[in-house]
DNA sequence: CATCTAATCTATACAGTAAAGTATGTAAAA
DNA sequence: TTTTACATACTTTACTGTATAGATTAGATG
């Protein structure tokens, strides 16, 4: 691997000058524009690349990022770390990426990071709990290591950019309160996952807005799971005064419902109406296709890490001020949601 | 930051003997245990991390694999990288990742990597053209930097670990011929992937290993695009002696053709049997649940990286000899699939 | 001859490691 | 008794590739 000094010894020169005149230092230094030219071309013949890890150690400074991400195998787990990638381009900053299911690859990467000597870590949809959030917080801090979250609890005192999942919550309502429904019904995910919470939050919220009140029983738990959510259909459609509409925490649990409701005999969305949440492809493609909350999960990531980016350069009293972001949600309207059933017509039948 | 010489300075050593402690090596350098319960004690208080980055300008060895990844938003992209992570795991090694979708940017994601000295570069789910490919194999060759790819033509002499695409389509070709198809037809994706190439390739192969011919125009392109398959659905079907099974180079295109079925008229298996490939959520989901050949992605990540970390650690005459692996893909039978119908009974029937 | 300026070089630092060196004591060999 | 050898428990020096403050040289100018 060629260096500094294979250039200046080529030319006789020493390593100062050949480096200034390739940091553009050159001018203030007094090198003549024949010596820099000179450089200039031998450097590029050499196919020099000059050593990020030995300009970290002179100067300090790292210009790395840690990544820990979960939900990689999922489209808006993709999404928010291509973002994040995006957010980094024609920056000087690079990205380690380390991917994590537990709190004790959590730790484990954060080690990794702090021996790598990253400037700031951007937790990519992990979802700590609180305790766990207030260690890591802790340690980073001793080690003046920033922190940007996604799909946080937003009581915590770090960066955060998050999805409006509130909002979201309450654009799906307004839109079937709107087409007419009084009755509607919301299945969340797991309960310790944030995004389920406030989407929960916000459907609440919602219904108070739009002057609704919840049904009994009308508050299901899916846990992001086929055969839970099947059951939550079940009892829900099972009640004496079944929902109108439901709103699904995500995409799949959403697709599922819709799958079960047609295999129960109802009809998505005359009988029904079903809404979910993240935009994903098996939303787009099923039958009837899936009316969803999108949420800009690339626009998060990369958001994330210019603010990341921002707090490293900003100055250091600044530094360490938490600062959240929230970014909005949008209703994409498909095929399955429309106005409720008149009482009457609506009926169980039995799947063909 | 704390460093070697704070805790040097806190005991009265120096720091090499800090050094030699904190890796193993203090016997052999003859320090007494004493000392070394000492400076072991004084780390971990002093929240000690050795700095990865002045090891490797000592050492001269990085530690680092670049990866440079594609098709991060789609689920198979995602997973392949999170095989790739895992990989890593337990291991010296990190990673560098930059997500890429031009040549530019593969280019520009070489160049940061060479600057960040990494030991090797994985080109994952990155579909370069021959060209381009020889012309990244060339400049990496020069810096003696190692590269495994997956989704490539198998004719280029670097590391390559892929699912087996040929074998693939055979098992899918031989279930329905089990089935009792004689009519297979073929949706091919983009004409520059190679895994729809290789599918494709499989597919004739397959054709002629089950004593199966290849219909009039039953090669079709739908180029991973949702109107283009409809498109390709529509002409197979309106031929005047149609398919009775469709094998399509993805699950998209799969559920895609399956709708598109459905609103023909045609019933899915029952008129016509659809297997994909990948093994994608929303196959599982799609109604009739389809049948697909799944290819271990996340396996086909971790190898590589395995593979990359084998040859880093081979001795230098070893190092720079291409190899290659492929991986069995598994058929996963669902409901998209079933006997053909008897000539007499298959009906074309307007949507309802 | 002193001063100035242009053009370049020297020395040092960054955090760690490898190899060689050092001070001291002990024990065996000459 | 002196020399040699060796072990103990370390330290010093040198080096990785780069950046930066300060020194140096050569030639021109006053």
New interface residues.
Partial sequence: ?IKLVDIAEQLGLSRVTVSAVLNDRYKSLGISEATAKRVIKTAADM?Y??????M??KTGK?FLIG?MTGA????W???T??GA??G?RDSVY??????VHSEAENNSAI??F????VSSIFACNVNPTLEEAARIKEQLS???ILMVCNNCRQDLSHLQVDPDNFGGSLLAVRHLAELGHKHIAFISGDGRSNASLMRKEGFLGALGDCGLSLGPNFLERGNWDYTETEEAIERLMSSKKAPTAILCAND?MA??AI?RL?HLGYSVPNDVSIIGFTN???GQ???PALTTVAQPE?EIGKVAIQLLIEKIEAPESEKMVPESRVLPSTLIVRESTSRPPKASTRSRKRAS
């Avoid at 690349?49 to 030995?54: G, V, Y």
């Avoid at 690079?94 to 991917?99: A, G, I, N």
């Avoid at 702090?114 to 000597?117: E, L, N, S, Y």
Wanted: glycine content about 10%.
């Fill in positions: 691997m196919g690349r000059r050593n990020e890890m030995a970290s150690m790292s990544c990689l195998g999922l489209e787990g993709g999404r770390l291509e990638l995006l980094l690079s990205m380690k990426v380390e991917s080690q990794r702090i021996g790598a000597r001793r080690y003046k799949e697709v599922v799958r047609q994903e492809r098996l493609l099923a039958n690339v």
